[in-house]
T-cell receptor, first 112, second 113 residues
Framework: SAVISQKPSRDICQRGTSLTIQCQVD?????MFWYRQQPGQSLTLIAT?????????ESGFVIDKFPISRPNLTFSTLTVSNMSPEDSSIYLC?????????FGPGTRLTVL | AQSVTQPDIHITVSEGASLELRCNYS??????LFWYVQSPGQGLQLLLK??????LVQGIKGFEAEFKRSQSSFNLRKPSVHWSDAAEYFC???????????FGAGTTVTVRA
């Protein structure tokens, strides 16, 4: 298994600003993922972040809006850029370990 | 493309009663299947998973799920629910090679006394 922490746990931001979310894992992992959970909805994969390579984005998500860093095997960041109220969501980091994905507690973002 | 359908948006069950949550998937090969639970304000916790082998899998908190290939289903069951089981439950499917999961819309479970 893997224990994942995220910072911040929640934030309220003004439109047009950017927020960087941090994800820390207690063990080295190859594959990390970022998901978005919009209010009352299910999870949608934003991108896959493997250490040493560029993040791979899913359809509908672009690097300019959601830049991702993966500097080492235990850490990743997701930035939500030029935010609008539609970006209000829970953002979750997950990692693959033992053929299973484990999730962090999420970052609840509200954009005013 | 892979997809998951959870037909029940909301289920209310009495404490001590049995619970079954439905999950149907669409995937071209043998899928990896998961059930996660999300309690209010919490992240997702893995309940159980199926990769291969015995089609009845046991998970944590007294949950089990049965993989039925002929019906493309992976329904979650619990014989006797507790008030603490009130949460949102997500079924997910993914391939073995890249671990990208597709989630169902979720089923909210309410437990009444």
């Amino acid at each position: 298994s893997a224990v994942i922490s995220q910072k911040p746990s929640r934030d309220i931001c003004q439109r047009g600003t950017s927020l960087t979310i941090q994800c820390q894992v207690d063990s080295q992992v190859t594959m990390m993922f970022w998901y978005r959970q919009q209010p009352g909805q299910s999870l949608t994969l934003i991108a896959t972040a493997n250490q040493g390579s560029e993040a791979t984005y899913e359809s509908g998500f672009v690097i300019d809006k959601f830049p991702i860093s993966r500097p080492n095997l235990t850490f990743s960041t997701l930035t939500v850029s030029n935010m609008s109220p539609e970006d209000s969501s829970i953002y979750l980091c997950s990692v693959e370990a033992g053929d299973t994905q484990y999730f962090g507690p999420g970052t609840r973002l509200t954009v005013l | 493309a892979q997809s998951v359908t959870q037909p029940d948006i909301h289920i209310t069950v009495s404490e001590g009663a049995s619970l079954e949550l439905r999950c149907n998937y669409s995937y071209g090969a043998t899928p990896y299947l998961f059930w996660y639970v999300q309690s209010p304000g919490q992240g997702l916790q893995l309940l159980l998973k199926y990769f291969s082998g015995d089609t009845l899998v046991q998970g944590i908190k007294g949950f089990e799920a049965e993989f039925k290939r002929s019906q493309s289903s992976f329904n979650l069951r619990k014989p006797s629910v507790h008030w603490s089981d009130a949460a949102e439950y997500f079924c997910a499917v993914g391939p073995s090679n890249d671990y990208k999961l597709s989630f169902g819309a979720g089923t909210t479970v309410t437990v009444r006394a």
